[in-house]
């Protein structure tokens, strides 16, 4: 059971805009910043979304992130078939010494 | 281009050990935190380890704490993962990854492809 919760799957079709949460807690959304992975199994994990609504060089702005206290979301409008992949948030924990949690992962269906 | 290329994985059975390296190649080495993050077959990404630069530092998942060790060698610009009393649960790919920013220990741009590990008897 991870630390920050996402909802298993998500689904939309091409054109359309897709929200995928994150739920935490105090000690890690509440009081750090949210990261946003694109992950296709077996291949290397992409950062899409830094510092709860960042996009790093070269993600498309149809992929937006807002956090609000403890929960976070991320956005993808104008859905297109490529953005069919698992999805997970991570945050630093303040607790235990400090370390690092991941959301259980969405997984979006283009339909 | 930074490179980040994992190797050391391996089947192995459970009670054994393996020690898994990230060769980094394309940025200075020594002025970036490196972590761990591994993906079990059919489960989602899980934060394994976190070493700071000099590596003197490290932090470790709950899961792995006490049986993990992670390294770093500067000199060869190499990341290290030693891994003891593995179990069956422990099976995974195992990416070695990069922050973004120099002296961060998140988010993770630069990854590896990942090295397969295999506890079984």
């Not at chain 1, 890690?28 to 992975?37: A, E, K």
């Not at chain 2, 077959?41 to 000099?54: D, H, R, Y």
Request: with cysteine; charged share 15%.
């Amino acid at each position: 059971q991870s630390v920050l919760t996402q909802p298993p799957s998500a689904s939309g079709t091409p054109g359309q805009r897709v929200t995928i949460s994150c739920s935490g807690s105090s000690s890690n959304i509440g009081s750090n910043t949210v990261n946003w992975y694109q992950h296709l199994p077996g291949t290397a994990p992409k950062l899409l979304i830094y510092s709860n609504n960042q996009r790093p060089s070269g993600v498309p702005d149809r992929f937006s992130g807002s956090k609000s206290g403890t929960s976070a979301s991320l956005a993808i409008s104008g859905l297109q078939s490529e953005d069919e992949a698992d999805y997970y948030c991570a945050a630093w924990d303040d607790s235990l010494n400090g370390h690092v949690v991941f959301g259980g992962g969405t997984k979006l269906t283009v339909l | 281009e930074v490179q980040l290329l994992e190797s050391g994985g391996g089947l192995v059975q459970p009670g054994g050990s393996l020690r898994l390296s990230c060769a980094a190649s394309g940025f200075t080495f020594s002025s970036y935190a490196l972590s761990w993050v591994r993906q079990a077959p059919g489960k989602g990404l899980e934060w394994v380890s976190t070493i700071n630069l000099p590596g003197t530092t490290t932090y470790y998942a709950g899961s792995v704490k006490g049986r993990f060790t992670i390294s770093r060698d500067n000199s060869k610009n190499t990341l290290y993962l030693q891994m003891d009393s593995l179990r069956a649960e422990d099976t995974a790919l195992y990416y070695c990854a990069r922050p973004k920013g120099q002296y961060q220990l998140m988010p993770w741009i630069a990854w590896g492809q990942g090295t397969l590990v295999t506890v079984s008897s």
